[in-house]
């Protein structure tokens, strides 16, 4: 699956940096298991997906564009991923305004979303 959305050299950084062949560095028991609104955003930031990890190093905006918009209900259900990729573009994303976005974005919906439980499978 990573293949068909990184390059040779995103996949090397994304697994130097501990993601495994599923895109994540922690177990679906793991992610079930955070409770975001007990964590900073750089803790959140540490459940960011492999793809959104390469893709925001390498400051590619449009794919990163599409998931800072903001909702269009008034409430979201929230998985530790979802919110830790908004927290690693927020922190280290290199374009600003993706950066800006992001962090607004993510402080909107730890105020007013809930947080889901991903199904296994998923």
């Given at each position: ?41 750089e803790q959140m930031a540490d459940y ?12 590619d905006t449009g794919f990163v564009r ?8 008034s409430t979201v259900n929230l998985s ?43």
């Open positions: 699956m990573l293949r068909h959305y990184l390059t040779e050299d995103e996949m090397a950084y994304v697994k130097q940096n501990g993601f495994g062949e599923n895109g994540l560095r922690y177990t679906l028991d793991e992610l079930n298991a955070v409770l975001p609104l007990s964590r900073t955003m960011v997906d492999a793809i959104t990890f390469a893709k925001a190093h390498s400051n599409p998931m800072l918009e903001p909702p269009t209900t530790a991923t979802g919110l830790g990729n908004l927290a690693y573009v927020a922190l280290y994303m290199p374009d600003e305004e993706c950066r800006q976005k992001a962090e607004a974005l993510y402080c909107m919906l730890m105020q007013n979303g809930t947080l889901s439980t991903p199904k296994r499978g998923d």
